[in-house]
């Protein structure tokens, strides 16, 4: 079936610092999303992109749909205390009969 | 607004014992979806209502089971219980267009630990 290859899995960084993660599928997708999800929270979306190639910012945040529509990327400039959490990536093929694909996370800690 | 709604947010059965989590969609969606959370699976999807119809279905045993009323409130149900169980359950609403985008509304989850 469908997988999303996400990483890393988990990061240690110092406030301050950029971060950086990735998703990559063997499938394309049509619609590429990042999640965040806070501690005893529900995962909330950040960034939905829609067209290969797309950039698109959120304040700090950065995500690229990859041009062969197999990737995607998440930049956190600046990061602060608040971003701390687990990102999800996900994939959707776009048809509304198919299922949309998370990936397994990263877990982003930030050092004092 | 009102977000997505999930109850119980806590419970603890037992192994063999069954359990119903219940999930109110944000007003006005119509699809209602279901994901297990685990420390080492990441999100892993149930299955999605449309409806009241069973959409799409993920990779879990029969014991796995859910339905969707006519107010588009959700319900899953677990039975006979196993200690793999153990999970945070989410519960995602969204307002299905022409295509299916991906954005996903999730309810804060509700927790099961198992015995």
Known sequence: ?????QSPQSMF???????????TSSSIFNTWLWYKQDPGEGPVLLIALY?????????????QFGITRKDSFLNISASIPSDVGIYFCAGSPGDRDDKIIFGKGTRLHILP | KAGVTQTPRYLIKTRGQQVTLSCSPISGHRSVSW???????????????????QRNKGNFPGRFSGRQFSNSR????????????????LCASSFPGQLNTGELFFGEGSRLTVL
């Open chain 1, 13 to 23: 960084i110092q406030e301050g610092e950029d971060v950086s993660m990735n998703c």
């Open chain 1, 1 to 5: 079936g469908q997988q999303l290859n």
């Open chain 1, 51 to 63: 067209k290969a190639g797309e950039l698109t910012s959120n304040g700090r945040l950065t995500a």
């Open chain 2, 35 to 53: 994901y297990q959370q685990t420390p080492g699976q990441g999100l892993q999807f149930l299955f999605e209502y449309f409806s009241e119809t």
């Open chain 2, 74 to 89: 959700s319900e899953m149900n677990v039975s006979t219980l196993e200690l793999g169980d153990s999970a945070l359950y």
